[in-house]
């Protein structure tokens, strides 16, 4: 069953992709949504064996590397952590494939589309389902490859052709620092499959290692690079770029991506790693800051865009920070949670907003929308919940995990925690400013579209209406119900699948922080969204003017603009690597110093070279024998010189190296002096 688990959703794909053609778009959908469906049937047979039965499940193929010093198997470990993973990857992605039947029926490629839709779950199966560094590292890519070709599906448009390029380049940053994260796993273990590793952990507390000329604590180093790998994936602040830009692609990518797959990876990286984080502190430090910074800085940016795809997608930014905190807290089982509960509202969210888009002619300004409700009763309705959900709203999903971030945060008693939960907190407020701002602008306020679009507008049909209904239900209830099961003070769940040290362990300290610290987070959210409905309706002349003073259009432009980090990458980051190719890669290397060894330097040589040789070939042989005669003695000499020279200890003076140098800078003054006499 654990095999087939995961290899149906590539069967789906391989099927849909090279037999597509014979199959048609229905009968792809149907092979793949089918595959993806059998999927999470199992998935829920292996979370009642291995997390409520409590019989975890390891199984070995086959050798895949074997050497002296390197060798490990592909093999799959079923843990609580896993089979949670399971669950939430398989159903979100059962919805999306039953939804794409109908978001995407008009489109010539669907068979190509759900090929692609089915690849991306199979790698994200692989990733959650490996039990070490190398093959959780085949899904890590395959997850990379497999958004490049969703966001970039389609290809025709400019757009999607450069943020699918940006996803990959942003990506491959982060997942530079992962490799090196293995790299140096293996150099300070020499394993990498996870059990040998964690259990070896305590004993490398105060190792050290050198990187970069530095001294740093192997632990610290370790885990600061495995970071920097889940901030590529999971779009913290200075490598989230890409996240925004990704909404080119099909409104079903984006929810497939930011609820069940490739964002949550590196979640799931820092808690699979919660062994080694634990006796890495300055490494958790690092990822609480970078968390709660994230929360507030996505927050910050989500407040005044006008797309709606992108308000969600910085709004999944924002929540990533607090789940990545949340781990930064030692609360791995916290962060876990509310990647679970944001699941599902969050694909509620992106698969509201493609019944919108699809009902008003793929029309994504909120500014062009309005008046709605009326038009879009159940898709309106849907919305409202998935929102309020994000928002934490008393007593639906998203409340009882958000919350419980912000608590612990506090519990903690440190300025990192304290840190945190004020970001967080704040966080909260522009959460629910900019959702219920978003439901105003798109349902509530005056129609402000074409008329053509808003007389066309129009439900969406039962394929994509379905999922939506299904969605509604965990967003509302999943929280409540599994609270206990996953977060509550004694259970087990986790059965050690996360590890959090005694002294780390604050959980019975958020229960008793001040009444007012565990209110506050829920006040602001309900302050921000009332607020917001406030000023967009009674007060909407009063924000115009505030956004066309002289201060308020300077934020305005800094938020808007995305905090500037593009226009920073773009205009100094990347001119200056352009720069820096063309004048020094290209013209000094390539043009320069390749050619003139090359086509202009031992070209020449060699055939005069050639030449000289041409005109020793005499055809006599007494001339062959003193030219051997000759090189074997003066090959004789020098051996004996060499001997000479070690007997008295001057062989430093044949060191072969000075003679490099002197050739190389001899070379290089000849060059300039050519350089000078072009220009």
Known sequence: MYLTLILLPLYGSITASFFGFLLGSIGASFVTTFCIGLTFMFSIFAFYEVSLAGSPCFVQLFSWFDSELFSFSWGFQFDSLTSIMLIVVSFISFLVHFYSTGYMSHDPHLPRFMSYLSLFTFFMLIL?????????????????????????????????????????????????????GIFCIFVTFGAVDYSTVFALVPYYQNSNIVFFNISWSVLDLIGILLFIGAMGKSAQMGLHTWLPDAMEGPTPVSALIHAATMVTAGIFLISRCSYLFEYAPKALSVVCVIGAMTSFFAASTGLLQNDMKRVIAYSTCSQLGYMVFACGLSNYHVGVFHLANHAFFKALLFLGAGCVIHAV?????????????????????????????????????????????????????????????????????????????????????KPNGYRVNTLNVHESSFKMGLPLFVLVLPSIFIGYLTKDMIIGLGSGFWQGSIYILPNNFNIIDSEHIPQLFKLLPVGLSIFGGLSSFYFYTYKSNYLFKLKTSSIGLKFYTFFNRKWFFDKIYNEIVGQFLLNSSYHLTYKQIDRGLIESLGPFGLTSVVSYLGFVFRILQTGFFYHYTLVMVTSLITFLAFFRLVHILEVYDLIYVLDLRLGALFLLAMFFIIYSQNQKKIK
């Open 128 to 180: 959650v389902t490996a039990d070490n560094f190398i093959q959780m590292f085949v899904g890590w890519e395959g997850v990379g490859l497999c958004s490049y070709l969703l966001i970039n599906f389609w290809f025709t448009r400019i757009q999607a052709n450069k943020a699918a390029i940006k996803a990959m380049i942003i990506n491959r940053i982060g997942d530079f620092g992962l490799a090196l």
């Open 361 to 445: 002619g793929d029309e994504q300004d909120m500014r062009k929308m309005g008046g709605l409700y009326k038009l879009l009763p159940f898709t309106y309705g849907m919305m409202l919940i998935g929102s309020l959900s994000l928002m934490g709203m008393p007593f639906l999903t998203g409340f009882y995990s958000k919350d419980v971030i912000l608590e612990v945060a506090f519990g903690k008693y440190s300025d990192i925690g304290h840190f945190a939960y004020f970001f967080g907190s704040c966080a909260a407020f522009l959460t629910a400013f900019y959702s219920v701002r978003l439901l105003y602008l798109t349902f509530l306020s």
